[in-house]
C-alpha cells in the first residue's frame, strides 16, 4: 500500500469523522421525530451508525488508518504506530470534523446550526461505562490488527452496535464525536460540561486495552509476573 | 472477467433497478399498513432496501457494473468508465426499470398500477439532504473501486442503510428510483413537480464527490493548490 | 469437494428444512406473542430467518447444495444439475423436515404438535408477489452460482430478508416451508387449501428464472432473437 | 498460528465471556428501561449479542478457540479436540467471567451489583427449547469447523440471532452464561433453582449435536446401520 501525504490523511481523518458524526446526529433526530419508543429510536441510531463505521474505515482507512477518533490515537500513539506531532493533528482534525458533522445534520433536518446541548450524562455509573466501552473498542481494534486486519471495518461496526446498548451511556467511545454532540441539543446531545468526565474516562479505556490486550495477544514464554508488569506499562512492552 | 454484450448490460441495469424500486415501494406499503409507529416502518423500509442491494449489486454488477442509478452512470461518464451514449442508454434502461418496479409493487399489493405521488419532498434541508447523500454514495463506490472492489455491493448496502436514517430526505439518491416512486402514492412516494430538485441535487452531489474522492484517494507530490485545482475538475484530472 | 452419498445429502436437505422451517414458525410465534404491532413482529420474524439461512446454507452447502426448497431442486433439475430420481428424493425428504420443523416449534412453545392453519392467503396480488419472490430467489442463486459462489449464503439470507418485506406474501418462496407452514395455525400459518396456489406460483417463477438468468447471466455472440428463444426454453439452452 | 500459553488461553476466556454477559445483561436492561414492547425489547437484545459474538470470536479465538461456554468445550472434549484438565480449567474461566461480566453490567447501569434472579424459566418446553439451541449451536461450530472455519464468528452471531426468537426460552445455550444471568433480576435473569435442568438440556444437545454432525460431515462408504451406531457413540467414531 502507497503512503498518502499528510493533507490527504488528515482530510481523510476529518471527513471520515464528519461523516460519522453527521450519521449519530442525524440519525437520532430522525429517530426521535418518527417514534414516540425510546427503544426504537435507539435501534434507528445504533444500525445507522454500525453500518456507517463499516463503511467509512474500508473507504478511508488505506487513506489514514481511519481512526476518527482521538482515543484511537493514542492508543496508536502509545503503541509508537504514529508519531507525536501527527497523533496531535489527527485529533485537531477529529474535532474540527466532529463539528462540521454535526453541522451538516443541523442543515439537513432544518435547525439551527449552532446549538448547545442540554442533556445530561455524568456521573460514575456514565464514567465506568465509558472505560468498558472504549476499552472494548480499542481491544477490537489491536485483536482485528493481530489476526485479521481485512475485518476490522466490520468488527468496529458491529462493536458499536452492541456497545450502543449494553453501556448506559450509549457508548461514546470517542472524544472528538463527544464534542461534536456538545453542540447538538437532539437525540445525542450531550452537556459541554459533561464532557471532560467523559474524555478522561474515554482516554483510560483505550490505555488499559493497550496494557492488556498488547499482553494478552502476543504469546510468549516469559513468566506471568514479568508479562503482567508489562502489561502496566505497555507503552514500553509492545 | 468476459465483456457482456450491450443488450444484457441494459437488461441488467433495467432489472436491477425494477427490483431495487420494487423493495423500496413494497417495502415501504408494507410497513405502512403493519405499524402506525413511524420510525418502525421506516426500519422496515431500511432493512429491505440494504440488504437487497448487497444482493443485486453482487448477481448483476459483474454484467453491467450495477448502477441503478443515473447520478452514478454520470460519476463513471465524468471519469470516462463508460461512453457517452451508452451512459444516455443506462439512464433510459434504469428509469424503464423503475417505473416497472413501482408496477410490479402495486400488483404485488393489489393496488392501483398507475398513481401519482402526492407527498411534498422539497426545500433546500431535502435537497442538501440529497447533495450529503449521493456525495456519499459515489464517494463510497469510488473508494471501494480504489482500495477493494469485493466489498462494493455490502458497502452500497450499508451506506443507504445509515443514509436512510441520517438524511432528512431518506436519501433517495438516485433520480431513477425518484422518477419510480413519483408514481407511487404511498409510503415511499415523492410528488413529480419535486422531482427536478432532487434530480439536481444528486447529480451535484455526485459530481462533487468524483472531484473530493478523485483527489483524496489518490496520493501524489502535487503541490496542494493544484490538486484542489484538479479536484474542482475531476473529469480531466482523474 | 468430497462427493457426499445419498443418505447423507438427504438427511442434510430434511435437517436443513427442518430448522429453517422451526425458524419461521418459531420466531412467528416468539413475535406474535411478545408485540401488538405487526410491523415489529415481521421484523422479529425477519432477522431470524435470514440470520438463519446464512447459517444453513454455510454448513449443509458442500453436503446436499442446501436447497431445503423443492423449486429450487426444480430450477437445478431444469439445468441438469441434479437427477430426476435424486430431485424427487430431495423434495420428500424437504416436505418431511418441513413438517418436523413446525411440529418442534409446536413442542418449543408448549403448543399442540399437531394443528391446522386458518390464515387465508389467496388471489392474484398473492400469487403473482411469490412468482416475484420465487423469480428473484432462483436468479440470486443462480448469479451467486455464476460469479460468487462462496457469497450465496449470505445472498440468500439478505434476499429473503427483503423479499419478506417487500412481497405481500411475505415471500413463503418455497413449497416445501408452505407445507410446514400448513400446520401451524400461529402468525406464519396458511390454509392448506391455498397450497396449490402458492406451489403453482413459485414453480413458475423458479422456471422463469431458469430463463431470464440463464440467458443473462452468460455473454455470447447470438443474435437477440435467438437469445430470447433460448430463454423461453431454458432447459435447453443452458 | 503459534500456540498461546495456559494462561492467556484462560484469561481469553473469561475475559470473552464476560464481555458476552456484559452484552447480554446490559442491553436487557437498556431494552427494558427504553420501551414497554417486549418484542422491541427483545431485538434490543439480540442484535448487540448476535454483533459482540461475532467481534470476540474473531478477536479471541485464535488465543483460545473463543469457547465462552462450557456445552461447547464439552462438545471439543468428547471430540479429543482439547485435554480434559484444560477444559475444565476454561469452564471455571467461563463461570468466572460471566459474573464478572453481571457485575461489569450492573455498575454501568447503576444498579446493585449483587442480586438474585427471580425469573422462572423450567418445564418441558423450556428444557426442549435448550436441547435445539445447543444442538444447533454446536452443530453450527462443527460445521463451520469443517467446511468454511474463517465464517465461524459470523456464523455463530448469526445462529444466536436467530436462536433467540426460534426458542421459547430465548436460547441461552451455554451454561457459564446462564449462572452468570442467574445473578441479575432484570431482563435477562433466570432463577438459580432453574439452572440445572437448563444445563442438563445444553449439555444434551451438545452431545447430540457431536453424535448427529460427526456422522453427517464426513463422507464415508460405510453402510447406514454401522454410520448410525457410530453417531450414536461419537467420541469414539470421528
Not at 444500525?47 to 467509512?56: D, E, F, R, W
Not at 493481530?146 to 452496535?161: D, S
Not at 498488547?214 to 516469559?222: D, E, F, R
Request: charged letters at 10%.
Amino acid at each position: 500500500m502507497e503512503a498518502f501525504d499528510p493533507i490527504r490523511r488528515l482530510v481523510a481523518e476529518a471527513l471520515g469523522t464528519a461523516l460519522l458524526v453527521a450519521t449519530v446526529v442525524g440519525s437520532g433526530i430522525m429517530a426521535d421525530r418518527l417514534t414516540g419508543d425510546d427503544a426504537v429510536a435507539l435501534l434507528g441510531n445504533t444500525i445507522p451508525t454500525g453500518a456507517v463505521l463499516v463503511v467509512l474505515i474500508t473507504v478511508l482507512g488505506p487513506v489514514s488508518g481511519a481512526h476518527f477518533n482521538p482515543a484511537v490515537t493514542i492508543a496508536f500513539a502509545l503503541r509508537r504506530s504514529i508519531a507525536r506531532g501527527m497523533a496531535a493533528a489527527y485529533a485537531i482534525a477529529q474535532i474540527a470534523g466532529a463539528l462540521a458533522g454535526t453541522a451538516a445534520a443541523h442543515l439537513m433536518f432544518d435547525l439551527p446550526v449552532l446549538q448547545i446541548a442540554q442533556t445530561v450524562r455524568t456521573g460514575p455509573a456514565q464514567w465506568w461505562s465509558e472505560i468498558v466501552a472504549t476499552f472494548g473498542l480499542v481491544g477490537v481494534i489491536l485483536g482485528g490488527l493481530r489476526f485479521n486486519a481485512a475485518a476490522i471495518p466490520t468488527l468496529v461496526g458491529l462493536y458499536i452496535t452492541a456497545a450502543y446498548w449494553f453501556t448506559a451511556s450509549t457508548s461514546f467511545a470517542n472524544p472528538a464525536v463527544a464534542i461534536g454532540r456538545a453542540f447538538t441539543d437532539t437525540f445525542s446531545g450531550i452537556r459541554p460540561v459533561d464532557l471532560p468526565g467523559f474524555a478522561v474516562a474515554e482516554v483510560a479505556g483505550a490505555i488499559l486495552a493497550v496494557g492488556v490486550f498488547g499482553w494478552l495477544l502476543h504469546p510468549s514464554h516469559k513468566p506471568l509476573r514479568r508479562a503482567l508488569a508489562e502489561a502496566a506499562g505497555p507503552a514500553q512492552g509492545t
